[in-house]
């Protein structure tokens, strides 16, 4: 095949523009610190950095269902922290009004304080975060109080913390907080008869040969232990599975930046070749292509 001046100029041409677009695609990668600046410059890196964002955004995701979390949970105890330390208050007037020696007076001014504790109970049992009630169940629409107020429910508030792991959140206050009503309603009634003894408001404390029921002081302030050890089981979960969402971050960041982010060292060593080459390829091509005519009459 006769060789051509005209193809020796096309193969010139072709091969310097092929060697300026390897020389651009290595200063794009310099500049960006990326491997790729778009799906084409290599297809397979760019659907696995797809993948890796995902999992980043689930990481995140998780991460902010775990502030939701921690809220309740942290929110619950401090609520039925308040509720221990109020029926310890309560022992305390039973105790005191459980002494014959006291004076109608006396009584009353103690079932005014029981009242009085009532209503912060019940006001502890509203307790929202953000706006919803933590105590209700999944009607988190509606408080437990005043009675009246549309049905609440014991069922369970649980928010998706892993992939196909879910921890509950929420601790249903229904029948819990029914109960304690219920006892500060009887102890209320127990001070204001004045034919009560006070071996009868006595009974209401329970003790530790009490049969198991949930109409006296003890087994109330045991209850509301249980559901606090219950919520710190819970908070210690979360906590494990914070950890476990902060290491999952941290590989998933250095896979993609293994995927995509350019290695300095070996993009400046190729732009430095691929610019020597392509200075050699022009001084070659200088002394190939022959002189035109313009050449010989100067």
């Known amino acids: 095949m006769r060789v ?6 096309n193969n010139m041409i072709r091969n310097l523009s092929n060697s300026y677009g390897k020389m651009s695609k290595l200063q794009e990668q310099i500049q960006s610190g ?28 998780y991460q902010r269902n775990m ?7 942290d929110t619950t105890d401090e609520s039925l922290n308040q509720v221990g330390e109020q029926m310890k208050r309560v022992r305390e007037l039973v105790i005191q009004a459980a002494n014959d020696t006291n004076t109608p ?7 005014m304080e029981i009242d009085q504790i009532r209503q912060q109970l019940q006001d502890v049992a509203n ?47 229904k029948t819990l907080f029914k109960n304690i009503d219920d006892l500060m309603g009887k102890i209320s009634d127990l001070l204001g008869d004045s ?14 040969t009490s049969a198991s029921t949930s109409d006296d002081i003890t087994a109330i302030h045991n209850q509301v232990l249980a559901a606090q050890a219950d919520i ?3 908070q210690n ?14 590989s998933v960041t250095k896979q993609l930046s293994d995927n995509e982010s350019v290695d300095y060292s070996k993009a400046i060593t190729e732009l430095v070749t691929n610019e020597s080459i392509h200075q050699a390829a022009l001084s070659v091509g200088a002394k190939i292509i022959q002189q035109t005519l313009v050449d010989f009459i100067r």
């Open 4 to 9: 051509t001046q005209s193809m020796l100029s």
């Open 34 to 61: 990326s491997k790729i600046n778009r799906p084409s410059d290599d297809p397979v890196i760019a659907v696995n950095g797809m993948g890796y964002r995902r999992d980043l955004a689930k990481v995140e995701q």
């Open 67 to 73: 502030i939701t979390a921690n809220s309740w949970l």
């Open 105 to 111: 007076e006396d009584r009353e001014k103690m079932k």
């Open 127 to 173: 307790t929202k975060v953000a706006d919803s009630y933590i105590f209700s169940g999944t009607n988190t629409g509606q408080p437990l109080y005043p009675e009246g107020t549309p049905p609440v429910n014991e069922e369970k508030v649980k928010i998706e913390i892993y992939d196909g792991i879910q921890l509950q959140v929420n601790t249903p206050g």
């Open 195 to 208: 034919n009560t003894t006070g071996a009868e408001i006595g009974d209401a404390l329970g003790g530790v």
């Open 232 to 234: 710190g089981a819970r």
């Open 237 to 250: 979960r979360v906590e494990m599975m914070d950890n476990r969402l902060a290491l999952r971050e941290v």
